[in-house]
């Protein structure tokens, strides 16, 4: 089992920035990538990005050149640095690790509301 704790969320202007965090903790020998994903009223949940424990990372187009998605493997955390933040990035933010093993683990998610 791994516990995902979130944090960083919040209500924002157009153009402002924003950083999430998200520590994982219990089984965590096992994860290979930890990543974030959002989903907003009447939508389906996306990947925003995501971080292999060898650094290599993946992104959203819709989101390439604004957020920036890092990781420390010492502290089993994962964060989100959210530039340049539109009204289109209001979603809930939600926290995913993908253990070896297959297992994907959700945390709470998070609020992310970005004002006109």
């Known amino acids: 089992q791994v516990q995902l704790v979130e944090s960083g969320g919040g209500l924002v202007q157009a153009g402002g920035s924003l950083r999430l965090s998200c520590a994982a903790s219990g089984s965590i020998f096992s994860i290979n990538a930890m990543g974030w994903y959002r989903q907003a009223p009447g939508k389906q949940r996306e990947l925003v990005a995501a971080?292999?424990?060898?650094?290599?990372?993946n992104y959203a187009d819709s989101v390439k050149g604004r957020f920036t998605i890092s990781g420390d493997n010492a502290k089993n955390t994962v964060y989100l640095q959210m530039n340049s933040l539109s009204p289109e990035d209001t979603a809930i933010y939600y926290c995913?690790?993908?253990?070896?093993?297959?297992?994907?683990?959700w945390g709470k998610g998070t609020p992310v509301t970005v004002s006109s």
């Open positions: 971080i292999t424990r060898g650094g290599t990372t």
């Open positions: 995913n690790v993908h253990l070896l093993v297959g297992m994907d683990f």
